[in-house]
């Protein structure tokens, strides 16, 4: 397992750019909420501690992760943004259900990206346990919420690059 002995949080590795010139926004599943609070506030508390401004930040819920690639397309076709991240949960039930939500989430997140050009950042935990879930949401292994929101800065800053 990849992130067995590794913490999602620690970025001492990589230098990350400042996130004050960018707009985000995040989409929340609702779904789990236990795990996608605190995988958004891990997200949220990044994007403040790498400068971006609060009112720059736009929040707001769907009700379960398949419903986070119409979200990020609404936010994205409404509001002016840099990037969107999209934070959700899918844990392993007794049906296939689980792989069905888990394609169709990371496909569709792809497609947003693409349709947009513009960011939009799978922050989807897909556990076979409520255990592994808190352990990527704040636990043992840092918040994945922490890693989508870099990734947004990166790729907001990536994108900003390119065009100049």
Request: proline content about 3%; overall charge negative.
């Amino acid at each position: 397992m990849s992130t067995q002995l590794k913490n999602l949080s620690d970025f001492s590795h990589t230098e990350i750019p400042s996130a004050a010139p960018y707009r985000f926004g995040i989409v929340v599943a609702e779904w789990n909420a236990e795990i996608t609070n605190a995988l958004y506030q891990g997200a949220y508390q990044s994007l403040i501690d790498h400068g971006a401004l609060p009112s720059n930040i736009f929040n707001y819920t769907v009700p379960g992760s398949f419903e986070l690639t119409s979200g990020a397309d609404l936010l994205l076709k409404n509001l002016h943004l840099d990037a969107v991240i999209c934070l959700g949960c899918v844990i392993q039930g007794e049906t296939r259900h689980f792989d069905f939500i888990c394609n169709a989430v990371a496909n569709g997140v792809t497609n947003v990206a693409i349709k947009y050009s513009k960011p939009v950042i799978f922050g989807v935990l897909t556990t076979d346990n409520q255990q592994q879930a808190v352990d990527r949401a704040g636990g043992k292994h840092g918040n994945k919420g922490d890693e989508a929101a870099i990734t947004a800065i990166k790729m907001a800053d990536l994108a900003e690059t390119l065009k100049s």
